[in-house]
């Protein structure tokens, strides 16, 4: 059994900061890429930003030089930093795995239960 857990998240001023973690465990081989995604009321879930096993980064347009998201491969751990924090980042985020695991060696993607992310005006 393979599980991502994510912590941090809460309550933010806008202009504020947060950091969201996350720490996939269990029966992992390899991590080819953690990253984290969220869904607002009303949305579809989308993509926040991701990070390769090699260390390359992918953001979506509207957080691109707000967040940084780092990764430590040796404690299979993803953290995203969220600066000037607007209205619009208010969300549940979810951290997601994209990895192979020990026993089966099959790959496939686990995700977190989310964190809720309130940004206030």
């Known amino acids: 059994q393979v599980q991502v857990v994510e912590s941090g998240g809460g309550l933010a001023q806008s202009g504020g900061s947060l950091r969201l973690s996350c720490a996939a465990s269990?029966?992992?081989?390899?991590?080819?890429?953690m990253g984290w995604y969220r869904q607002a009321p009303g949305n579809q879930r989308e993509l926040v930003a991701t990070i390769t096993a090699t260390g390359d980064t992918k953001y979506t347009d509207s957080v691109k030089g707000r967040f940084t998201i780092s990764r430590d491969i040796a404690k299979n751990t993803v953290d995203l930093q969220m600066n000037s924090l607007k209205p619009e980042d208010t969300a549940v985020y979810y951290c997601n795995a994209d990895l192979t695991n020990r026993d089966y060696l099959s790959r496939f993607e686990v995700w977190g239960q989310g964190t809720l992310v309130t940004v206030s005006s």
């Open positions: 269990g029966s992992i081989f390899s991590i080819y890429s």
